[in-house]
Every structure is written in structure tokens, then in C-alpha cells.
């Protein structure tokens, strides 16, 4: 058996984790071999609701689950923390768009990302699920100068499982079908959801739906598929969510499967032409616990339009935070 390794999870009484910690503690992240340590953040009146989470926990008889850790002190929390995947922070409801929650939630992210730099493995893998995710993960990144940026990452991955099964469906093909999605951008209404290099059975997708589709029905419904379910469910999505950031992580750590990629949001490092510190979605090869950006993928003017927008929405984020973002 393998040591355990320490995994921290915030807003762990919230509905994302109530589907999130469950898999974590079964092996699905981390694989079947290896243990883990559940190292659980919540505000001080949601302690009895995260009291009976680990309860539950307990109730499972999980094999591989280690240890449980229960506080309110992001100290405690990150302490010597191998993952840490940052879900606690307000979800948004009808009419508001992710960016609206800056305020109420950037703060969290600043206090969270010094405590990740002063006790936190320096080896850490982070994800940041709360909204906005990819301003919160800069907060929290450059909050943390000790720390390699590249080991603060936002989830898109919700995004492109998104894109995957609107585009097998309308294929009339399986997700095992689709491969080389591309979420570029900012999790927001101005992704850019880009099917220019996929192929869905060996084929060319952009010969297999027409371009009118393309732009006016599969890209905002991969852009407002967080709104729709909010206003379906009159609350965020919470089990995808919690799936999507097993997948990423999963992958940053074991590795992507050899002909395919991945979207995460990742510290760009000027490739294609976005700038250099933002948290954009960019797509990803994973292997040896790290991440790559993939290179050499042409774009078109209709891409690189959309990539710069994106883009935008993701410096505008960041200026309207600089006060959280230490030099
Ligand atoms: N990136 C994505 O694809 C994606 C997908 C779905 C949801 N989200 C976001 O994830 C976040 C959580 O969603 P949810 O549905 O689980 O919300 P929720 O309200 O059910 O749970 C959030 C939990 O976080 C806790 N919390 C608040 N401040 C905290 C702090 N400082 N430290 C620790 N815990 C804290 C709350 O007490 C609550 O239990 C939201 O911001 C939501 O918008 C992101
Ligand atoms: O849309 C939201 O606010 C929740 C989440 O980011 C989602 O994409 O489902």
C-alpha cells in the first residue's frame, strides 16, 4: 500500500463536495491504490454540517480513506497538503454572471492562497472550482509567491465534458467518439467552446455539423449551460461540477490518455499569444503529475477573435481584483 497523501477540500459542507468528497474517499481521483487524507475547510457555522459529512464518511467504510481533518482554519486545512481542490466560496443564482460573485468571493481566495504558501506541501496541486474560477485561482497564485504558478489551476473541465456530449449527441456518436475539444478562455459566458481540431470517429467534426449550428446553437449552449441548470435546478450544478474536478485532477495526476487532450485553466505562459500570469483555458497533455500546453494548433480569424475576447473578460477580472494581487 502506498502512504497516504493529504488532500485538502474547501467548502466541504456545500452541495459540490456532498458529491465530491464521497469519490475522492473511493479512489476515483487518486486511483485504487492510494490513500487519502480528507483535510476539510468550512466557515465556523457550517461545522456541525461538515461534522456529519464526515460521519457519512466514516459510515462508508472506505479503504482507502486515512484520516479525516475537520476546521475552520485555513491553516489547519492546507497544512502540508499534497491537492488541494478549492470548491467553498458563494454559487451564483438566476440572472447573475460568475464575475458578479468577484466581491463575495475574491477575499477568500487571497486568504487561502497564503495559507496554501506557508503550509502547504511545496508540491501541491490546486484547483480552484469556486466562481470565478480563474480570477480566484490568480488571487490565490499570486498570493502564494512561493509556490510554482503552474501549480494553480482553474476548472474548465466542466466545459468540455459540457462540449463532448453536445457534440456526441448531435453526431449521433458516443463521448468515447470524441476526442481534442478546446475550451479557450475564461469559465464564463465568453469561452470559447472550439471544435476546429476535434474529431468525433476519426472524422473531421466541422465536416460533420454545419457552421451555422456551430455559432448559433452548439457555442451558447456550451457558454450558458451553468444557467440553464441553474434554472432547471434552482441551484448550481453540483454532481457534474464535483465530476469534473475528479476528471482534471485524476488527469494532472495520473496522466491523459495518449491521442487526446484536456482543457484546464493554467498559468499562461504567453502561448498563443494570450498574455503571459493570466489563468486561461488552454489545452492540455498531462504526464508525470504535470501538465503541458499543447502546441501548434492553427487557428483561424474566427477563433483568434473569440480568443482575444476571452481574453479581455480575463484582464478586466484581474484589474477590478488588484488590490488582492500582491506584486
Ligand atoms: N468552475 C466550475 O465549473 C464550477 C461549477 C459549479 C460550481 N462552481 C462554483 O463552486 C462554488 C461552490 O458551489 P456549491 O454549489 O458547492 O455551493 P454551496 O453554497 O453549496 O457550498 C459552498 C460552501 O462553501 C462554504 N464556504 C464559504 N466560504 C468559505 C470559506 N471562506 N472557506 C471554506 N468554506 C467556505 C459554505 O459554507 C458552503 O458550505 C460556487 O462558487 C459555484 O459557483 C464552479
Ligand atoms: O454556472 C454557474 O454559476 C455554476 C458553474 O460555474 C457551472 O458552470 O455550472
Request: glycine share 8%.
Amino acid at each position: 500500500m502506498k502512504a497516504p497523501v493529504r488532500v485538502a477540500v474547501t467548502g466541504a459542507a456545500g452541495q459540490i463536495s456532498y458529491s465530491l468528497l464521497f469519490r475522492i474517499a473511493a479512489g476515483e481521483m487518486l486511483g485504487k491504490d492510494q490513500p487519502v487524507i480528507l483535510q476539510m475547510l468550512e466557515i465556523t457555522p457550517a461545522l456541525n454540517a461538515l461534522k456529519g459529512v464526515a460521519m457519512e464518511l466514516d459510515d462508508c467504510a472506505f479503504p482507502l480513506l486515512a484520516g479525516m481533518v475537520c476546521t475552520d482554519d485555513p491553516n489547519v486545512a492546507f497544512k502540508d497538503a499534497d491537492y488541494a481542490l478549492l470548491v467553498g466560496a458563494r454559487p451564483r443564482g438566476p440572472g447573475m454572471e460568475r464575475k458578479d460573485l468577484l466581491e463575495a468571493n475574491a477575499a477568500i481566495f487571497s486568504v487561502q492562497g497564503k495559507a496554501i504558501n506557508d503550509h502547504a506541501s511545496r508540491d501541491i496541486k490546486v484547483l480552484v472550482v469556486g466562481n470565478p474560477a480563474n480570477t480566484n485561482a490568480l488571487i490565490a497564485q499570486r498570493n502564494a509567491p512561493d509556490i510554482d504558478p503552474r501549480q494553480f489551476t482553474a476548472m474548465m473541465r466542466l466545459d468540455h465534458n459540457r462540449a463532448m456530449s453536445q457534440l456526441a449527441e448531435k453526431t449521433g456518436k458516443t463521448i468515447n467518439d470524441v476526442k481534442n475539444v478546446i475550451i479557450w478562455g475564461n469559465h464564463s459566458a465568453t469561452q470559447y467552446p472550439d471544435i476546429h481540431n476535434t474529431t468525433v470517429d476519426g472524422a473531421d467534426a466541422m465536416g460533420l455539423i454545419d457552421q451555422a449550428w456551430y455559432e448559433n446553437d452548439f457555442i451558447p449552449t456550451v457558454q450558458q449551460r451553468g444557467a440553464a441548470i441553474i434554472e432547471a435546478r434552482g441551484a448550481s450544478s453540483a454532481a457534474s461540477a464535483a465530476n469534473a474536478a475528479i476528471f482534471h485532477m485524476r488527469d494532472w495526476a495520473l496522466g491523459t490518455p495518449e491521442g487526446d487532450y484536456v482543457t484546464m485553466g493554467v498559468y499562461s505562459d504567453g502561448s498563443y499569444g494570450i498574455e503571459e500570469g493570466l489563468i486561461y483555458g488552454y489545452p492540455c497533455t498531462c504526464k508525470d503529475g504535470d501538465w503541458t500546453i499543447v502546441q501548434g494548433i492553427e487557428t483561424n480569424e474566427f477563433s483568434r477573435e473569440k480568443m482575444a475576447a476571452t481574453e479581455n473578460e480575463l484582464k478586466e477580472e484581474r484589474d477590478a481584483v488588484k488590490d488582492l494581487l500582491p506584486a
